[in-house]
């Protein structure tokens, strides 16, 4: 039997003072506590199934006082320290948010201003860091007593928001390609995508950033692409965007490494990807 880890994390940005699209973190911890739920079932419910849950520090009491002693969720406290640290893209942010300040990037994304995507490079490099989190942890795995999983899958913090978007049961393996990065489409993948700008002008929802899965060896590898697309993103192009936008690159760099699965929604997966009823 296959072992799986979800990850997840929150790092406070003050989303809930935000000028455009505000979120407050009651609402995403709204979100969260459905994986509470699910990794407080019995042992022969849960199998080997485990969540790690990296948690600004801020909020970690909250959480605490939430999760039982026998919850199979493993809380990680983090601050800016912890990301400087141990999260290589986000030691990117003064290069982010030096593009997002450059009149050249301002006229590009002018009528998408109101984006976070387009105005908070805090914002675009936390969505950036969520392979670097997970590789963080198959590094330090005994620093933070966690046993090593076949498989690990990222899941946002917020993801079940809507009712319709929380599974009934955990993922199962058997549907996922177990030698490839695991991701849902909204909409399907079109040549027309490799246009950067285009991508970046309308905003096209294709890949959902907000899940993706595989193996440690494989995800290691995503970890290395996503860094060098990151780099040119920045260094070449002089542009900023959105994780979707880069997952959307990393692909066309190596289509081989992924398994694209369509879905046709947003935040479907724990529900296509979770296992038949017996």
């Known amino acids: 039997m296959s072992s799986i880890t979800y990850v997840s994390a929150f790092y406070d940005l003050g989303r809930d003072k935000w000028k455009t699209f505000p979120r407050t973190f009651e609402e995403y911890l709204k979100g969260f506590r459905p ?13 080997m ?12 009491e909250t959480l605490r006082k939430e999760i039982h002693p026998h919850t199979k969720i493993t809380l990680i406290p983090i601050d ?15 290069i982010e948010k030096y593009i997002m300040e450059t009149q050249r990037f301002k006229n590009i994304v002018a009528h998408r201003s109101m984006c976070p995507e387009c105005y908070i490079p805090e914002y675009t490099l936390i969505n950036h860091c969520k392979i670097d989190y997970i590789c963080h942890l198959i590094d330090k795995c005994a620093l933070y007593k966690v046993s090593p999983s076949d498989y690990y899958c990222w899941v946002d913090f917020g993801y079940n928001m809507l009712p319709e978007r929380i599974p009934e049961r955990m993922l199962d ?9 695991n991701y849902t489409l909204i909409n399907p993948i079109t040549q027309s995508d490799r246009d950067i700008l285009q991508t970046m002008s309308h905003a096209l929802e294709k890949v959902g950033g907000f899940f993706f899965c595989g193996s440690s060896y ?7 692409l996503y860094h060098q697309v990151l780099t040119y993103y920045q260094n070449v192009l002089g542009l900023a965007d959105d994780d979707q936008a880069l997952v959307l690159a990393c692909f066309f760099h190596r289509p081989d490494m992924f398994a694209m699965h369509y879905t046709g929604k947003w935040h479907e997966a724990l529900v296509h990807f979770q296992k038949d009823v017996k």
């Open 173 to 181: 393996p058997q549907k996922l390609d177990p030698n490839k990065v």
């Open 218 to 224: 494989i995800l290691k590898q995503y970890q290395t």
């Open 49 to 60: 199934y485990n969540m790690v849950l990296f948690i600004d520090s801020k909020h970690i």
């Open 35 to 47: 994986f509470i739920e699910m990794f407080s079932q019995p042992p022969e419910e849960i199998g």
């Open 80 to 94: 800016s320290q912890f990301l400087w640290d141990n999260l290589p893209m986000w030691r990117t942010l003064s």
